[in-house]
């Protein structure tokens, strides 16, 4: 039997390449052979935060030099990956800890890479998005995945009521010091009867995995304070399907004429819901009136 560090040589790794790599979310043993053996074999590595990506390289004997990308310089830095590149160095790229580009920077280089003509090779592994899905159960069929919300209440809700008739299962990241804010946001805006799984810490010692409904969620975290520390994973039901009635589409104009007129709110409402766009218009004449 061919070992396992064998089989994650046998790949061609192409010079001049960048190599997308995700990396543990909390536990450090769930980085993948493949993974350690493209870090030790580029000839840099970019990454979010130079420290981490240090101390986690040093946990596996790796020492390359370290380029730091970040929000911040994504673009600026990209060119300079790109450069490296050229000059036909293998270049990995890692995010603090996931996959990249997921909530987390590396959409940009990819693009400024691809830009270049250069190829782009992904190595999978670790992602809380995927970790909280697998234990979220049968009621998640679809899901669509919407990251962090805004952090000023007012622009959360707005987003948040855009999703409001959204049939599909929601996963949404959340901060500490936001999570009890932000699932009375999301009972506000979706109701509290549907359920959500609070993931807490995913693949960390303090893993928490807790289901209920929404409007039960910010007692059950204010009951212990421990149950706020962390960085959260909320997988939110989506929207029961609703039988075709006559006024449907009433709540997406009311949204729309507080903003637009008759006219126009009839349009972008057609466009959304492929209704007619006559029966809109009449509707919103009425909701207007109203």
């Not at 909280?132 to 669509?144: I, M, N, P, R």
């Not at 039988?243 to 709110?265: M, N, Q, R, T």
Request: net charge neutral.
């Amino acid at each position: 039997m061919t070992p396992l560090s064998e089989l994650a040589q046998q790949q061609h790794y192409p010079h001049g390449a960048l190599y997308v790599v995700a990396t543990p979310i909390g536990n450090s043993a769930d980085i993948t052979l493949r993974a350690l053996h493209v870090l030790g074999l580029v000839d840099r590595i970019a990454a979010e935060d130079t420290r981490n990506t240090g101390q986690l390289l040093a946990r596996y004997g790796i020492s390359k030099p370290l380029v730091a990308v970040h929000q911040h310089n994504e673009r600026a830095a990209g060119l300079r990956i790109v450069e490296h590149l050229q000059a036909g160095e293998r270049v990995a790229y890692v995010s603090d800890a996931g996959t990249p580009g997921i909530s987390d920077p590396g959409a940009k280089l990819v693009d400024a890479v691809r830009e270049a003509g250069l190829p782009v090779v992904p190595l999978p592994g670790a992602s809380a998005l995927a970790t909280a899905l697998s234990v979220a159960g049968d009621w998640v069929a679809t899901f669509s995945f919407l990251g962090f919300l805004p952090t000023k209440a007012k622009q959360r809700a707005t987003q948040l009521q855009q999703f409001a008739a959204h049939p599909h299962a929601m996963v949404f990241y959340e901060a500490p010091h936001r999570i009890v804010e932000t699932v009375g946001a999301l009972a506000g805006a979706f109701g509290g009867a549907r359920r959500v799984l609070i993931a807490r810490e995913l693949t960390k010692l303090h893993e928490t995995l807790h289901g209920c409904t929404l409007a039960e969620g910010p007692a059950w975290l204010a009951e212990d304070p421990n149950r706020q520390r962390g960085e959260f994973v909320l997988v939110v039901q989506g929207a029961a399907p609703q039988a075709a009635g006559e006024h449907d589409h009433d709540k997406l104009l009311g949204i729309l004429l507080d903003e637009l007129p008759v006219s126009s709110a009839a349009k972008v409402a057609a466009a959304i819901t492929g209704a007619s766009r006559n029966a809109l218009y009449s509707r919103a004449l009425e909701l207007k009136k109203d």
